[in-house]
T-cell receptor
Framework: QKEVEQNSGPLSVPEGAIASLNCTYSDRGSQSFFWYRQYSGKSPELIMFIYSNGDKEDGRFTAQLNKASQYVSLLIRDSQPSDSATYLC???????????FGKGTTLSVSS | DTAVSQTPKYLVTQMGNDKSIKCEQN?????MYWYKQDSKKFLKIMFS???????INETVPNRFSPKSPDKAHLNLHINSLELGDSAVYFC?????????????FGSGTQLSVL
């Protein structure tokens, strides 16, 4: 059973701080990794993806991948109240198969 | 112009009824999906179609039957609805190749079985 694990939270950070969201996955052969953001009552939207070990930055977001440790993380710098949402980690275990989602981490950014 | 649209947004029905959810995408994507999100927000794949061909069929009761008349449409029919079917059902689409996994979701259908 391929699994993706996330701490459900809630993770609470003050405005302007760095929020760190973590995810581990069980299938060592997994090839690509995604972070989706879901606001309450809305559909998930893709915010970051990463395929190779290391860091990938996009604005205030940085995705980090360590395949040896089977670990993916998302850092949000200068957190804003508008970042308050549930963040879903998703893993593609093999090309052509469907994404496996974690249960999400709820982030709350207080002003 | 909505990229992935699904209807209806809300569906309230009695146990034992049959209902359908429709989904259409105008992104030109090859692959479409149905995901189920339960009350704990866990998003789980149900079905996937690539160019009208079923490629993923997870452990889902036979009461659920997807149909893809063309690659832009994927519908979900549910027979004999049960209380446990209450959830949000999301349609999604993606292109193949290296961008596989970049899903575009519809707005969801909140199904409540009474």
């Amino acid at each position: 059973q391929k699994e993706v694990e996330q701490n459900s939270g809630p993770l609470s950070v003050p405005e302007g701080a760095i929020a760190s969201l973590n995810c581990t996955y069980s299938d060592r052969g997994s090839q690509s990794f995604f972070w989706y953001r879901q606001y309450s009552g809305k559909s998930p939207e893709l915010i970051m993806f990463i395929y190779s070990n290391g860091d990938k930055e996009d604005g205030r977001f940085t995705a980090q991948l360590n395949k040896a440790s089977q670990y993916v993380s998302l850092l949000i710098r200068d957190s804003q109240p508008s970042d308050s949402a549930t963040y879903l980690c998703a893993v593609n275990p093999l090309a052509g198969t469907a994404l496996i989602f974690g249960k999400g981490t709820t982030l709350s950014v207080s002003s | 112009d909505t990229a992935v649209s699904q209807t209806p947004k809300y569906l309230v029905t009695q146990m034992g009824n049959d209902k359908s959810i429709k989904c259409e995408q105008n992104l030109g994507h090859d692959t479409m999906y149905w995901y189920k999100q339960d009350s704990k927000k866990f998003l789980k794949i149900m079905f996937s179609y690539n160019n009208k061909e079923l490629i993923i069929n997870e452990t889902v009761p036979n009461r659920f039957s997807p149909k893809s008349p063309d690659k832009a449409h994927l519908n979900l029919h549910i027979n004999s609805l049960e209380l446990g079917d209450s959830a949000v059902y999301f349609c999604a689409s993606s292109q193949g190749g290296q961008v596989f996994g970049k899903l575009f979701f519809g707005s969801g259908t909140q199904l409540s079985v009474l």
